[in-house]
């Protein structure tokens, strides 16, 4: 098996000496590789031997509490992307590190001022480090601008946290897959999802062996109790680097990006509703491998390529506006805008109100515009695969066969109906028939146990398209000598 090759290793101190400001350095590098050791010991003896400092910038509150932590020597200020705009004096800055640098293009999704962060690093006469694992827009970002830039490409052999992917098709299925999670005494799993409302819905099923964090724009309209956990989940993560959930930790974007954690127990990743690969691979980034036994499986929600379609054709209607603004000029945009700008919404918020030399007018977020034009390429590429274009893309991605899930729990339940229907069991009494519904295990949105031979025969039914059924019945036989007659009598009828 390859080792994996460390930052140290690629990049020896000559070459940081042969490093000048105004240079663009490109990390190509997978997370675990070493960019801590690397920016705290090389980096920072380069610049405190010239009297300088860095500045390294990270994308989430909850990365930069991480990294402080991380941080061992005084010549580094780790600070927040969002915080460009107030630093004051950025002449004692050698090196600024751009940590996860793909922020400024894959965050324009939902934060409007990545371009005026460029524009501020753009203007800095320093050396500025860009790291990712997964830097397509950024190269097609530099590509299209003639940027030169000094690449250190990624010439080793990555480590790989996922061993195992399976696509489930239905939120019915997703509900199978935490219930599994939920009754397994050694895994725990982290869940992403693209909808926030389900996101909330599942948490709150199983609040009590859970922990949370959402990202700042969407924490709107949540109780104080529940922003008191999320800030309380994220000082957990900083510190420990494990999420304090006995089983889930439920997640949107805040966790697609920098933040790691090291527990052998976090074993599976639940993804539902994102079709981004590079989204996906930065999500399963956030589980740090520390040995070769310490994998994770991936459970995934298949997308068709219809719905890829529909995905694309929306965006493509949400980014004209700016198209629009781009290469008709402000006078033609505001007046075809009265006209289309009910059926092409700017949904994405590409363009925004600016004063430009006392003139108010209207500009693009040129870094908004490129990822959402690379994600309609990439979502292009997919369906152009053929009729498994998601699944053939994520496989490529992290090289591994993925295979659908098989609802185990269907055939454990269907094989327990046979065996009791085979050997005619009967249920007498009330004791007996909860504890045949708690072999079953089917839960309310409560989690509590469903003791219900109705409810259980819906499910049976509903979900389970089950060949059998609990039937109740009056039933007489002899206690003691005596016929005693038993009114709620359970036993499996075979429904076909």
């Given at each position: 098996?390859?080792?994996?090759?460390?930052i140290?290793?690629?990049?020896?101190?000559?070459?940081?000496?042969?490093w000048?400001?105004?240079?663009?350095?490109?990390?190509?590098?997978?997370?675990?590789?070493?960019?801590?050791?690397?920016v705290?010991?090389?980096?920072?003896?380069?610049?405190?031997?010239?009297?300088?400092?860095?500045?390294?910038?990270?994308?989430r509150?909850?990365?930069?509490?991480?990294?402080?932590?991380?941080?061992?020597?005084?010549?580094?200020?780790?600070?927040?992307?969002?915080?460009?705009?107030?630093?004051k004096?950025?002449?004692?800055y050698?090196?600024?590190?751009?940590?996860?640098?793909?922020?400024?293009?894959?965050d324009?999704?939902?934060?409007?001022?990545?371009?005026?962060?460029?524009?501020?690093?753009?203007?800095?006469?320093?050396?500025?480090?860009?790291?990712?694992?997964?830097?397509?827009?950024?190269?097609?970002?530099?590509?299209?601008?003639?940027?030169?830039?000094?690449?250190?490409?990624k010439?080793?052999?990555?480590?790989?946290?996922?061993?195992?992917?399976?696509?489930?098709k239905?939120?019915?299925?997703?509900?199978?897959?935490?219930?599994?999670?939920?009754h397994?005494?050694?895994?725990?799993?982290m869940?992403v999802?693209?909808?926030?409302?389900?996101?909330?819905?599942?948490y709150?099923?199983?609040e009590?062996?859970?922990?949370?964090?959402l990202?700042?724009?969407?924490?709107?309209?949540?109780?104080?109790?529940?922003?008191?956990?999320?800030?309380?989940?994220?000082?957990?993560?900083s510190?420990?680097?494990?999420f304090?959930?006995?089983?889930?930790?439920f997640?949107?974007?805040?966790?697609?990006?920098?933040?790691?954690?090291r527990?052998y127990?976090?074993?599976?990743?639940?993804?539902?509703?994102?079709?981004?690969?590079?989204?996906?691979?930065?999500?399963v980034?956030?589980?740090?491998?520390?040995?070769?036994?310490?994998?994770?499986?991936?459970?995934?929600?298949?997308?068709?390529n219809?719905?890829?379609?529909?995905?694309?054709?929306?965006?493509?209607?949400?980014i004209?506006?700016?198209?629009?603004?781009?290469?008709?000029?402000?006078?033609?945009?505001?007046?075809?805008y009265?006209?289309?700008?009910?059926?092409?919404?700017?949904?994405?918020?590409?363009?925004?109100?600016?004063?430009?030399?006392?003139?108010?007018?209207?500009?693009?977020?040129?870094?908004?515009?490129?990822?959402f034009?690379?994600?309609?390429?990439?979502?292009?590429?997919?369906?152009?695969?053929?009729?498994?274009?998601?699944?053939?893309?994520?496989?490529d991605?992290?090289?591994?066969?993925?295979?659908?899930?098989?609802?185990?729990?269907?055939?454990?339940?269907?094989?327990?109906?046979?065996?009791?229907?085979?050997?005619?069991?009967?249920?007498?009494?009330?004791?007996?028939?909860?504890?045949?519904?708690?072999?079953?295990?089917?839960?309310?949105?409560?989690?509590?146990?469903?003791?219900?031979?109705?409810?259980?025969?819906?499910?049976?039914?509903?979900?389970?398209?089950?060949?059998?059924?609990?039937?109740?019945?009056?039933?007489?036989?002899?206690?003691?000598?005596?016929?005693?007659?038993?009114?709620?009598?359970?036993?499996?009828?075979?429904?076909?």
């Amino acid at each position: 098996m390859s080792e994996t090759k460390y930052i140290s290793e690629i990049i020896s101190e000559e070459e940081i000496n042969r490093w000048k400001p105004g240079d663009n350095i490109f990390l190509y590098n997978g997370t675990g590789t070493g960019k801590t050791t690397f920016v705290n010991n090389k980096l920072a003896n380069f610049v405190q031997l010239q009297g300088k400092k860095i500045l390294q910038l990270e994308p989430r509150l909850l990365l930069k509490r991480q990294q402080r932590k991380e941080v061992t020597t005084a010549a580094i200020d780790v600070e927040s992307y969002q915080s460009l705009e107030s630093i004051k004096n950025f002449e004692k800055y050698l090196i600024v590190v751009l940590d996860e640098c793909h922020y400024l293009f894959s965050d324009s999704g939902i934060n409007d001022l990545t371009d005026r962060h460029y524009n501020i690093l753009k203007s800095l006469n320093c050396i500025k480090i860009w790291i990712t694992a997964t830097p397509d827009d950024v190269f097609e970002y530099f590509h299209s601008n003639l940027m030169d830039y000094k690449l250190y490409p990624k010439d080793y052999t990555e480590s790989k946290v996922i061993n195992e992917i399976y696509t489930y098709k239905s939120d019915e299925e997703l509900e199978n897959i935490l219930e599994f999670v939920a009754h397994d005494t050694n895994v725990k799993a982290m869940v992403v999802m693209s909808s926030t409302k389900k996101l909330l819905k599942m948490y709150r099923k199983y609040e009590d062996v859970s922990s949370i964090v959402l990202g700042s724009g969407n924490l709107s309209g949540k109780t104080a109790k529940m922003k008191k956990a999320i800030s309380s989940e994220i000082a957990k993560i900083s510190e420990d680097k494990v999420f304090s959930g006995q089983k889930f930790l439920f997640g949107t974007s805040a966790l697609d990006c920098g933040v790691s954690m090291r527990d052998y127990s976090f074993s599976i990743i639940i993804i539902d509703g994102i079709y981004d690969i590079q989204t996906i691979k930065q999500i399963v980034g956030r589980k740090r491998k520390q040995d070769d036994c310490d994998v994770a499986a991936l459970y995934i929600r298949n997308i068709s390529n219809s719905t890829l379609n529909g995905f694309n054709s929306a965006e493509k209607r949400w980014i004209k506006p700016a198209h629009i603004l781009l290469t008709k000029g402000i006078d033609y945009y505001l007046e075809w805008y009265l006209k289309n700008g009910n059926r092409y919404p700017d949904k994405h918020r590409i363009i925004r109100d600016e004063k430009i030399n006392g003139v108010l007018t209207k500009t693009v977020n040129d870094k908004k515009l490129t990822f959402f034009e690379n994600r309609i390429q990439r979502t292009t590429d997919m369906i152009r695969r053929g009729k498994n274009g998601f699944l053939l893309t994520l496989k490529d991605a992290f090289g591994i066969n993925i295979s659908p899930w098989n609802d185990d729990a269907k055939i454990y339940t269907e094989k327990l109906l046979e065996d009791h229907y085979q050997k005619q069991t009967v249920w007498w009494n009330r004791s007996e028939t909860q504890e045949f519904a708690k072999s079953l295990g089917f839960t309310d949105k409560y989690r509590h146990i469903i003791t219900s031979y109705k409810a259980i025969n819906a499910i049976l039914e509903n979900q389970y398209k089950s060949t059998y059924r609990i039937v109740c019945k009056r039933k007489k036989k002899k206690v003691d000598g005596k016929v005693k007659r038993f009114d709620n009598v359970w036993m499996i009828e075979k429904s076909r």
